[in-house]
């Protein structure tokens, strides 16, 4: 039983937003501008992101609405409606409510009935997680199709006052790092038992991935303070929580190298256990969440023997920013509607998430 990728949709919250109109969206912490964030910006290349809240830091559309506007578009774009859907899976690092799961918001908003749902919690690589049950689901022939939908909406971890809460207003470099890094979006695509009635597909060749968490300590995280392991669920209040600044999005910084590290290592474990071969290769989408983690992969490879020619690298994180685990499917999207393919042309995809490392890769191939 093959799988096929055979419609795709993304939606990003309003217009672009560039470099010098952040802060007027998240808000000056304490009235000042960052020190930072020039810095950070420079590094990770981005000139544009769009952000789902205005500048009153108010939410102008919630993450499940975005989800289903996202699904929605790949639908249209398809030959089924959401009535026919088989099976939702859905994936978020933080849905608008803590419960229940964000896939039973998303399909209330798609108002799909009776459906098969999956809800995919981590970070960058849960988007490839619910990939992967939807892909397998279909495989097993519970199904024939599902929707798969990857949404987020992290601005609204990053507006001023969150961080004008912590007590002394002291706020770190790696609990600020995000802020410059992460902004909102969703991404859909359509797997079916069979190619599409017109046009092209992308058949699912295989879809791996390899987790590293029982090596590496947590490195990207909401829920802890500064220096401590301590939950937010165990202080006397949520208030209180917020004090330590246990409610921030922090990045370990100086373990974040590791993730070049880690992805090309699955890459070359992939290659060595003949999964694909290099020369095969048309078309590489990779998540990288910065220029500078690109430029890292690429000298890691070709140390290791492998090159890739820049040509067949392929992203919109500069215009679209890092949407997490949303970016990979609007990668895709964006990609499948800017390039005219060949049947016979390969895509390799890779998702490396530095949450706690885990790195996900797929193989696609165009038909017919």
């Known amino acids: 039983m093959s799988v096929y990728i055979n419609s795709t949709g993304h939606y990003l919250p309003g217009p672009p937003i560039d470099n010098d109109e952040i802060e007027n969206i998240l808000g000056l912490v304490n009235g000042k501008k960052s020190r930072l964030k020039h810095k950070i910006l420079q590094s ?62 998303v399909q209330a908003e798609l108002d799909i009935p009776s459906v098969q749902l999956n809800t ?49 207003n002291e706020i770190d470099f790696n609990a600020e790092f995000l802020r410059w890094m992460l902004s909102d979006g969703a991404g859909a695509l359509l797997l079916e038992n069979r190619p599409r009635k017109t046009g092209k597909s992308l058949r699912i060749d295989w879809i791996k991935s390899f987790s590293h968490a029982d090596v590496y300590p947590v490195c990207m995280s909401v829920g802890m303070p500064k220096n401590d392991t301590k939950s937010w669920q165990d ?65 890691m490879l070709e140390v290791a023997g492998v090159r890739i020619p820049q040509e067949k690298w392929y992203t919109n994180l500069y215009e679209r920013g890092n949407t997490g685990c949303a970016s990979i499917f609007i990668m895709l999207n964006e990609f499948l509607a800017t390039h005219s393919l060949s049947v016979g042309e390969t895509l390799f995809c890779m998702v490396p998430e530095s949450g706690r490392f885990n790195c996900a890769y797929m193989h696609l191939t165009v038909v017919e």
Request: proline share 1%; hydrophobic share 40%; with cysteine.
């Open 44 to 105: 990770n290349g981005i000139k544009t992101r769009h952000y789902a809240i205005n500048q009153q830091q108010e939410t102008q559309i919630t993450n499940s609405e975005m989800a289903a506007n996202a699904g929605l578009r790949c639908l249209d774009a398809s030959y089924i409606s959401s009535t026919q859907v088989e099976m939702l899976s859905v994936a978020t690092s933080q849905g608008d409510l803590v419960l229940p799961g964000f896939g039973s918001m």
């Open 120 to 168: 995919s919690h981590g970070i960058c690589s849960s988007s490839m997680m619910a990939l992967k049950a939807a892909y397998t689901n279909i495989k097993a022939q519970e199904s024939t199709n599902a929707l798969v939908i990857a949404s987020e909406l992290a601005s609204r971890l990053f507006k001023h006052t969150r961080y004008e809460q912590v007590e002394g």
């Open 235 to 299: 202080f006397p209040t949520y208030s209180d929580a917020e004090k330590a600044g246990a409610l921030l999005l922090r990045q370990d910084v100086r373990l974040l190298d590791n993730i070049v590290s880690v992805g090309v290592n699955g890459f070359l474990q992939l290659l060595k256990d003949e999964m694909f071969k290099v020369a095969e290769i048309n078309h590489v989408l990779c998540h990288f969440s910065s220029a500078y983690f690109k430029s890292k992969i690429v000298e």
